[in-house]
């Protein structure tokens, strides 16, 4: 359905066991964008003022919980408008729990079915869950668990990712700290003292507490009641990551709420080691490819990193089509080190746990199971994120099972050999939507690990 601008790249990582170097502070490598996020219309002019001011994404309310609830038009207004100045953007729903009118998903068709009418595109939005804001929350957490989870679900089943948008407090108060069953659902959180500048937080995720299902959040509101450049707003920060898209909004052509929901659940990709020429990647994507997994590290020898990455990656924005690559703790150091200090950087990588690569496991499951859980634990204090490329057997064989102890790891699994293009590669298929990013790659200057 939504053929946004974002094209593609994550990690995948074969493995050797090394030892587990803990001096290294991945954490440095996250930055932050300046957002805010406001439901008012804003002339064109006071936009431009706040894009010279240092903010590149806008969060635009795109259903009201005023009455029964209701489209917002603003979102349109301000969606057009700022697209004018690059900005990322973003949408968030303010449902309304108490409408006797309109079921949940009902709300959810309307936010969507209106934007999409209207020209603007998306493929993720963030669900508000606040008592601060006009949604009339139930007493019984059970009552808005299930309204919760109507949107979620109808949302996912049109394959439309979902994030939550909500302070440690309010998911307790208005659902009972509910762990919902979708994996790795992104986390807005809010942390503020009070309105103006006196009530902000400072502008880092360093006073997040993990609650609920969320372990770590994508963004974070740190001052309400604000105003800039004449607009009533409140001040976010938001991870500057391709794990993390700043703008899931694209203009386009008016489109039905049927075609909004149409054709979003896969798309086609590749994963490969070798080096790939530009004409054959550029044939790769006319063929209708539109990911790539490239292996970051290789388990040849003492494991070292893979330099193929840095060269198919390079190569594929020529034809923009980004990548994926595939990756253990020295050897995740080895093949962080590498990457960013090639101006690569990521959020997100994919574990390789296969018998079928040049990996060596051990005969002892729980010596494994050490292995892959040090790379993942030291991955996750850094603020990266750690998907598993495996299949049943050899989870099986390899770990004996091992139930991990990290909520919601992705799962990358199972493969085919085929060739396209004269490129020998193995075919994927990956889900198509914002809460499973396709892009977890960007480029940027050299930086040490």
């Not at 006797?100 to 969507?112: F, G, V, Y």
């Not at 700290?177 to 659902?185: A, E, F, Q, T, V």
């Not at 199972?414 to 990956?430: E, F, H, L, P, T």
Request: charged share 15%; hydrophobic share 40%; aromatic share 14%.
């Amino acid at each position: 359905m939504l053929k946004l601008g974002l094209f593609f790249a994550s990690l995948c990582f074969v493995l050797f066991a090394m030892p587990l170097d803990t001096e290294m502070d991945i954490s440095k490598l996250i930055s932050f964008t300046p957002a805010v996020d406001f439901s008012v219309q804003v002339p064109v002019n006071q936009l431009q003022c706040l894009r010279q001011n240092g903010y590149n994404l806008l969060l635009l309310r795109g259903f009201s919980a005023e009455g029964d609830g209701e489209f917002d038009p603003n979102a349109i207004i301000n969606g057009h408008n700022a697209m004018r100045y690059s900005f990322g953007l973003q949408i968030y729903m303010e449902p309304q729990p108490a409408s006797k009118t309109k079921n949940a998903t009902q709300q959810l068709d309307e936010m969507i079915g209106a934007l999409y009418h209207y020209g603007l595109h998306f493929r993720n939005f963030w669900l508000q869950v606040s008592s601060k804001s006009l949604s009339t929350w139930n007493s019984d957490a059970a009552s808005n668990i299930a309204f919760l989870d109507a949107i979620i679900s109808q949302a996912h089943h049109g394959g439309i990712g979902v994030g939550v948008f909500t302070s440690q407090d309010d998911w307790k108060t208005i659902t009972n700290n509910w762990i919902p069953n979708y994996p790795s659902l992104p986390l807005w959180y809010s942390n503020v003292k009070g309105n103006g500048v006196q009530g902000e937080t400072p502008q880092d995720f360093n006073d997040f507490v993990p609650f609920g299902p969320f372990t770590t959040p994508t963004a974070k509101q740190y001052g309400i009641g604000e105003s800039d450049c004449q607009v009533a707003n409140n001040r976010d920060i938001y991870v500057n990551s391709q794990a993390a898209p700043q703008s899931l909004f694209q203009a386009g052509a008016p489109k039905t709420l049927e075609e909004a929901y149409r054709n979003n659940f896969y798309t086609p990709a590749v994963d490969f080691s070798a080096h790939v020429p530009v004409n054959q990647l550029s044939c790769l994507k006319l063929s209708g490819y539109f990911i790539l997994f490239l292996r970051g590290f290789s388990a040849e020898n003492d494991g070292e990193f893979d330099p193929n990455a840095i060269i198919n990656f390079h190569n594929a924005l020529k034809c923009r089509q980004p990548p994926k690559p595939r990756t253990p703790p020295n050897s995740l150091d080895e093949m962080m080190g590498s990457l960013t200090h090639y101006g690569l950087y990521f959020r997100f990588f994919w574990l390789q746990v296969s018998s079928k690569t040049l990996s060596k496991w051990n005969s002892d499951a729980v010596f494994n199971v050490a292995f892959i859980d040090a790379i993942i634990s030291r991955a996750q204090q850094g603020g990266i994120g750690v998907g598993i490329y495996t299949n049943q057997d050899e989870w099986k064989q390899i770990t004996n099972n091992w139930t991990p102890n990290y909520p919601n790891i992705p799962l990358w699994y199972s493969s085919v050999k085929g060739n396209d293009c004269q490129v020998a590669n193995n075919r994927d298929i990956y889900i198509k939507n914002e809460a499973a990013p396709f892009s977890f790659l960007h480029m940027g200057t050299p930086k040490a690990l």
